[in-house]
C-alpha cells in the first residue's frame, strides 16, 4: 500500500524542483545576458564631454569646463539610474556611483577655481570610465 504512494511523490518532487531550478535560470537570465544595453548616443555624448573638458580645463576656461562638467554629472547620473535598475549587476552600480563621484568632484573643483585640482580629478574620471568598460563593454 505505502509503496504506491512513494513513486509519484517522489516524481512530484523532482518535478517541482526541476519547475524551480528551470524558473530560477529564466529570472537570472535578463540581467546577466545584456539583452538590453545601455544606450551607445549617451556613452558617447560622454566621451565628447570628457574630452573637451580636459582641453577646456587645459585653456582655463572655466565657463565651458563647467558646461562639461555639469552634463558629464547628468549623463553619469543616468548611467547610475539605469545599473540601479539592474541592482544584479552589483560591480555596475558601484562603478557608476565612483563615476558620479569623480565628476560631482570635477565640478566642486571648478566651481572654486581650483582648475589644476579639476584636472587631477578629471583623469580619475576617465579611469572610472575605463574601470566600468573593462568590465560591461563586450568590445573593449
Ligand atoms: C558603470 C559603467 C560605465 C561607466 C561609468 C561608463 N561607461 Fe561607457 N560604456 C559602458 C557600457 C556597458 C558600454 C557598452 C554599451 C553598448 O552595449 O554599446 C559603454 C560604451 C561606451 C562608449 C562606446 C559607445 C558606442 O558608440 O558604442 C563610449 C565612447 C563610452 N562608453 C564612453 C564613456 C565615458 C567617456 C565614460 C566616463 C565619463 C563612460 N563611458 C563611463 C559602461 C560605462
Known amino acids: 500500500m505505502d509503496h504506491r504512494t512513494t513513486l509519484?511523490?517522489?516524481?512530484?518532487?523532482a518535478?517541482?524542483?526541476t519547475a524551480a531550478a528551470l524558473?530560477?535560470?529564466?529570472?537570472?537570465?535578463?540581467?546577466g545576458?545584456?539583452?538590453?544595453?545601455?544606450?551607445?548616443?549617451?556613452?558617447?555624448?560622454l566621451e565628447d564631454h570628457q574630452k573637451d573638458l580636459a582641453s577646456n580645463?587645459?585653456?582655463a576656461d572655466a565657463r565651458a569646463a563647467t558646461a562639461n562638467a555639469d552634463e558629464l554629472l547628468r549623463g553619469l547620473r543616468e548611467v547610475q539610474a539605469w545599473y540601479e535598475a539592474r541592482p544584479a549587476l552589483v560591480e555596475g552600480v558601484e562603478l557608476s556611483r565612483k563615476a558620479v563621484e569623480h565628476a560631482t568632484r570635477v565640478r566642486q573643483q571648478i566651481g572654486r577655481g581650483d582648475l589644476?585640482?579639476?584636472a587631477a580629478s578629471a583623469t580619475d574620471l576617465?579611469?572610472?570610465?575605463k574601470a566600468c568598460h573593462t568590465?560591461?563593454?563586450?568590445?573593449s
Open 57 to 59: 580645463l587645459g585653456l
Open 126 to 129: 576617465g579611469r572610472s570610465c
Open 33 to 45: 545576458a545584456g539583452s538590453d544595453s545601455i544606450d551607445s548616443d549617451l556613452m558617447q555624448s
Open 15 to 17: 518535478l517541482a524542483a
Open 116 to 118: 589644476g585640482g579639476a
Open 23 to 31: 524558473l530560477l535560470s529564466m529570472a537570472a537570465a535578463p540581467a
Open 8 to 13: 509519484p511523490r517522489r516524481t512530484l518532487r
Open 135 to 139: 568590465v560591461f563593454k563586450k568590445d
